[in-house]
């Protein structure tokens, strides 16, 4: 069982959509990161939300942190097909074991 | 580029045999974690090492073993290898126990 539920699983959208992939967990994080994957490559950080209900903005990227730190949402405005990717959640766990979702795989097609 | 560095970067190797994993860390970065990523696991953390110390320990089997030396490099040694240790195995480094962790590009271990 995963400490960190990310779904959906795959998604796969035009160009020009929008998309909300979401990060839930049952346990409290003290803060909780996401990362891009590219096939091939290591992820690499997106953000780092810390505050209950904090919104941290990227271009076109929204992330959210849910009140209660147990969840997260990224929102993608406008998908481009260089958003493609895995996107992963992670967070501290027991202080220092850092567990990450299975990811949220997505194509976005031109 | 994270400044975080893996070799090999590919390896081939055959079942009962043990490999060496090598990383080296960002510039000024003391803390280092190594993670198992397979297609049907996800990114498992398997151990982590702070100033050459082991601070945490995840799902590392008994054939894995870690250390960070001196010069904070670090290598994940596996050993008796087995068909499902192949995988791709990440290192990554932060420069504290809970900072924000940058990942290397990753070495791929095909077992056969």
């Known amino acids: 069982t995963q400490l960190l539920e990310q779904s959906p699983q795959f998604l796969s959208i035009q160009e020009g959509e929008n998309l909300t992939v979401y990060c839930n967990s049952s346990?409290?994080?003290?803060?909780l990161q996401w990362y891009r994957q590219e096939p091939g490559e290591g992820p690499v950080l997106l953000v780092t939300v810390v505050t209950g209900g904090e919104v941290k903005k990227l271009k076109r990227l929204t992330f959210q942190f849910g009140d209660a730190r147990k969840d997260s949402s990224l929102h993608i405005t406008a998908a481009q097909p260089g958003d493609t990717g895995l996107y992963l959640c992670?967070?501290?766990?027991?202080?220092?074991?850092?567990?990450f979702g299975a990811g949220t795989r997505l194509t976005v097609k031109p | 580029d994270s400044g975080v560095t893996q070799t090999p970067k590919h390896l081939i190797t055959a079942t009962g045999q043990r490999v060496t994993l090598r990383c080296s860390p960002r510039s000024g970065d003391l803390s280092v974690y190594w993670y198992q990523q397979s297609l049907d696991q996800g990114l498992q953390f398997l151990i982590q090492y702070y100033n050459g110390e082991e601070r945490a320990k995840g799902n590392i089997l008994e054939r894995f073993s870690a250390q960070q030396f001196p010069d904070l490099h670090s290598e994940l040694n596996l050993s008796s290898l087995e068909l499902g240790d192949s995988a791709l195995y990440f290192c990554?480094?932060?420069?504290?126990?809970?900072?924000?962790?940058?990942f290397g590009p990753g070495t791929r271990l095909l077992v056969l």
């Open positions: 990554a480094s932060s420069s504290g126990i809970q900072e924000t962790q940058y």
């Open positions: 346990s409290v994080f003290s803060s």
């Open positions: 992670a967070g501290f766990y027991n202080n220092n074991d850092m567990r």
